[in-house]
T-cell receptor, first 115, second 116 residues
Framework: DQQVKQNSPSLSVQEGRISILNCDYT??????FLWYKKYPAEGPTFLIS?????DKNEDGRFTVFLNKSAKHLSLHIVPSQPGDSAVYFC??????????????FGTGTRLKVLA | EAGVAQSPRYKIIEKRQSVAFWCNPI?????LYWYQQILGQGPKLLIQ????????DSQLPKDRFSAERLKGVDSTLKIQPAKLEDSAVYLC??????????????FGPGTRLTVL
């Protein structure tokens, strides 16, 4: 059962335009969400996060929007740059049953920014 | 600050052989994670340690996979015997503490395992 879904496996965007990556989740108990970026042959690196008490968080060119009623979040990159080409993973932080939090990751979206 | 170190970076073995992966987390990080990432999928948590104790191993195939974190620092993940479906990238991550929802996990570069 995939609790965090990224339905678009790939996305191509022209340099300078907006990239929008989407993520859906099924568990209303999730209360914190993160985006990670992964380059080939490297581990994922943290990009941006959002708490469920907010509907928007912004960091430079990156903005994450959360729609709790729709159980949907999106990552906006404006303007997109060729260096943004990577695989982006959405993750949900799962409230603990054992006293510690853990992440559930989506399947990833490969973003290609065309120069 | 040094990142999460993993070795080896690549490993090719035949099915039914054994293999071990090593991870050295960021100094001072209490929580260590092992993930399995199969091609085209997201990372899947195999096991989570808090210091040297296991707090979650619900998705670890315990008939063939084992992991330990001696002294609450380095960790090893072992597969014995390997199956074809174990071909994946094995990622190690660490965080300062997993007792808060916003604890950032730092990932190592991963070990790519190919089982022939």
């Amino acid at each position: 059962d995939q609790q965090v879904k990224q339905n678009s496996p790939s996305l191509s965007v022209q340099e300078g335009r907006i990239s929008i990556l989407n993520c859906d989740y099924t568990n209303s108990m999730f209360d914190y969400f993160l985006w990670y970026k992964k380059y080939p042959a490297e581990g994922p690196t943290f990009l941006i996060s959002i708490s469920s008490i907010k509907d928007k968080n912004e960091d430079g060119r990156f903005t994450v929007f959360l729609n709790k009623s729709a159980k949907h979040l999106s990552l906006h990159i404006v303007p997109s740059q060729p260096g943004d080409s990577a695989v982006y993973f959405c993750a949900a932080s799962v409230p603990p049953t054992s006293g510690t939090y853990k992440y559930i990751f989506g399947t990833g979206t490969r973003l290609k920014v065309l120069a | 600050e040094a990142g999460v170190a993993q070795s080896p970076r690549y490993k090719i073995i035949e099915k039914r052989q054994s293999v071990a992966f090593w991870c050295n987390p960021i100094s001072g990080h209490a929580t260590l994670y092992w993930y399995q990432q199969i091609l085209g999928q997201g990372p899947k948590l195999l096991i989570q340690f808090q210091n040297n104790g296991v707090v979650d191993d619900s998705q670890l195939p315990k008939d063939r996979f084992s992991a330990e974190r001696l002294k609450g620092v380095d960790s090893t993940l072992k597969i014995q015997p390997a199956k074809l479906e174990d071909s994946a990238v094995y990622l190690c991550a660490s965080s300062f503490s997993a007792r808060w929802e916003n604890n950032e996990q730092f990932f190592g570069p991963g070990t790519r395992l190919t089982v022939l």
